[in-house]
């Protein structure tokens, strides 16, 4: 599914925030990538969802080769595979859950109909089915968070990135936020997690420790074996 | 090392990416996101382009209406009636007509019908003797044939026109303004007037006559009595003649060697419907004047949506990434916040064109003309904001379009 080669990104200002990632994700994987701030956790995470262009090395997306494709071939790529979570959310205020998901298919090419039958059905499934017509300053941030993750797995992307999906709320709430991703991951969603938090981390079948833009420690070596397509782990 | 177990085995065909169009009606919700959130702020800045087109639309509409207005008034009166009147002789004197002058000009073929006016000098018109010398008023006493009515077109407001008895009598017939100055608002028996120190019974009014002006400031008395009371020497002043609509230019061409064959030269011939649409024409210069400064109000007006785009480009930078997150392209970005613009000036452009069409015929109603708004005008100021709207929006639209994902979700 994912596979970064010798990836490396240097900021304008001269800081490397990667030097030299070689990392292989296969479909279906469930990953965490932890680290200290400022390690390259998120500068990863963007470059595995083409949000940026590593300075150099190759990265490859469900066979795509990113550093061929135009900003316009990213984009469709996005769209239609690749899912963001954010640490803040990201909803549109005075817009209520049900539009914020259906908005969020815009660019998947759907009409305003299914994409409303959509939004709706995958809100159901994170649970919120009764939060509808709530605008996010009605919801709690469990719940802004379950409606961002809806508008994230609404085209039903092969790929969820979560870049600290519960830093912003309790560890209740990250619970239920966990559990939720477990669920897509057992549906066959490739979901990797970015966190800081050491229990969400060690629940994790397949952990990514970076330290100063390096991958430090892979538990997800050759031995454990990588699920094929269709049978994800974990999956019963 | 891990080792991806598909990739390398299984290369899939892959279909060439391509990211979706949007529709023409997500475009519309994509564009109006702003206009939703900032209602206040779109309308303040729909408002300055608003008003610049309501300006330009009004000033193009009620000149328009004016005009309409005239060509109305026009089709009523007729525009085959000419005028001559004495000019100057060669030695720079006052010129006479010849007594001859009417019948010479009835024999012109095309001509319809002639009459005459002929000013009585030194007959000052008064309300009462207790009116000192000096107030005249700028009215003026005038002999008048008793076709004079019909040739010109005047209407009477009260009363009736001079006829073979009435001429020989003291009797007088008011142009409007001549009325309204003396403080007479209808005719009757018992209402007089002096005219060159005799009383004159006040037997009708006219209503203002925009053909012959000189009749709106005039006191008529008949030819006889001008002559036998107040001294008139029975020179036609003005001869006033109606040709056939055809011939009018020809008519217009000879009058003056037919009614002064003697010196043609010091007749002065002229249309008085042209005068009228000269001195329309005269406003022309005044509307361009106008119509300049709508266009600046509209400039300033584009301005301030440029600026609304800048911010509200800058203010969303966080939506412009999460949206690039969803499959956006910078295409996208960019047909978002041009929709934006577009919308928002054509919101102005609507508005201020209603505006400007309410404005026109508020005022064409007061000044009881048709209301008339050219449809180029309407459709040419909401054009005008399209471009203005595309103008303002292109800039923060590219630079939108050019935040990078990463950059906009980190703001
Ligand atoms: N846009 C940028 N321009 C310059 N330097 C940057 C930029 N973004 C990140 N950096 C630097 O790159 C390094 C890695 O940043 P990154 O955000 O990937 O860290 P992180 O592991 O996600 O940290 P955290 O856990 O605090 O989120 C840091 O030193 C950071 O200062
Ligand atoms: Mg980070």
Redesign the pocket.
Do not use: F, L
């Given at each position: 599914m994912i596979a970064l080669t010798d990836v490396t990104k240097t900021?304008?200002?001269g800081?490397t925030?990667l030097a030299g990632v070689s990392l292989t994700i296969g479909r279906g994987e469930l990953v965490g990538i932890v680290?200290?701030?400022?390690?390259?956790?998120?500068?990863?995470l963007n470059v595995l969802g083409t949000l940026d262009r590593p300075t150099s090395g190759s990265v490859r997306i469900d066979g795509y080769d990113v550093g061929a494709l135009s900003d316009a071939e990213l984009s469709a790529l996005r769209a239609a595979r690749i899912g963001f979570v954010f640490q803040q959310f990201h909803l549109a205020a005075a817009t209520s859950a049900w539009d914020n998901v259906a908005d969020g298919l815009l660019y998947c090419g759907l009409g305003l109909r299914e994409r409303r039958r959509r939004a709706a059905a995958v809100l159901r499934r994170v649970g919120l089915g009764h939060r509808l017509h709530h605008a996010p300053h009605e919801l709690s941030g469990g719940e802004r968070q379950r409606v961002a993750i809806a508008r994230a797995v609404a085209g039903d992307p092969g790929l969820l990135l979560a870049?600290?999906p519960t830093g912003a709320l309790d560890s209740v709430t990250s619970e239920g936020i966990m559990r939720l991703l477990r669920e897509l991951h057992e549906a066959g969603t490739t979901v990797v997690i970015?966190t800081?938090e050491r229990e969400i981390a060690d629940g994790l079948p397949r952990q990514v420790r970076?330290r100063d833009?390096r991958i430090v420690s892979d538990s997800g070596a050759p031995a454990h074996g990588v699920p094929s397509a269709g049978e994800p782990v974990g999956a019963p | 090392m891990t080792v991806d177990v598909r990739a390398p085995e299984l290369p899939r065909v892959q279909g060439p990416l391509r990211p979706a169009r949007l529709r023409p009606r997500d475009v519309v919700k994509v564009g109006s996101v702003g206009l939703r959130t900032r209602p206040l702020r779109a309308f303040l800045s729909a408002l300055g382009i608003a008003i610049g087109i309501a300006a330009m639309v009004a000033v193009v509409g009620i000149s328009a209406s004016s005009q309409a207005g005239l060509d109305r008034t026009l089709a009523a009166l007729g525009t085959n009636l000419l005028t001559a009147s004495p000019g100057s002789t060669m030695t720079g004197g006052q010129a006479q007509l010849p007594d001859t002058a009417e019948q010479m000009a009835a024999r012109i073929g095309p001509v319809t019908s002639v009459s005459a006016l002929g000013k009585v000098p030194d007959a000052k018109v008064y309300r009462t003797a207790k009116i000192p010398q000096a107030e005249t008023g700028g009215l003026s006493a005038y002999a008048a044939r008793t076709g004079l009515r019909a040739t010109t077109g005047a209407t009477l407001a009260s009363g009736t026109w001079l006829n073979e008895a009435t001429g020989r009598y003291p009797a007088t017939v008011l142009g409007a303004t001549a009325a309204e100055r003396l403080g007479i608002g209808r005719a009757g028996a018992d209402t007089q007037v002096l005219i060159g120190g005799r009383l004159f019974t006040v037997v009708g009014i006219l209503a203002p006559a925009p053909l012959a002006p000189e009749l709106d400031t005039a006191a008529l008395v008949g030819w006889p009595v001008a002559q036998e009371e107040l001294g008139f020497d029975g020179h036609p002043t003005t001869l006033y003649v109606r040709a056939e609509d055809a011939d009018v230019e020809d008519v217009q061409a000879v009058l003056g060697s037919t009614a002064n064959p003697e010196a043609p030269n010091e007749v002065e011939v002229s249309r008085p419907s042209d005068a009228l649409a000269a001195k329309k024409a005269a406003g022309e210069a005044f509307t361009g004047l106008l119509l300049g400064l709508g266009a600046v109000a509209l400039l300033v007006g584009g301005v301030g949506v440029a600026n609304t785009m800048v911010i509200s480009a800058l203010e969303r930078r966080a939506e412009i990434g999460l949206r690039r997150s969803l499959g956006a392209t910078r295409g996208q970005i960019r047909t978002q916040f041009l929709a934006e613009s577009l919308l928002l000036s054509a919101l102005g452009g609507v508005g201020g064109a209603v505006l400007g069409i309410a404005v026109t015929a508020g005022y064409a109603l007061y000044q009881d003309w048709p209301v008339t708004v050219p449809p180029w005008a309407a459709a040419g100021g909401v054009g005008a904001t399209l471009v203005i709207g595309a103008v303002a929006g292109l800039y923060p639209a590219v630079r939108a379009s050019r935040l990078s994902p990463?950059?906009a979700l980190?703001a």
């Open positions: 900021y304008a200002g800081v925030a680290g200290p701030s400022g390690s390259g956790k998120s500068t990863m870049d600290e970015i800081h970076m833009g | 990463t950059e980190a």
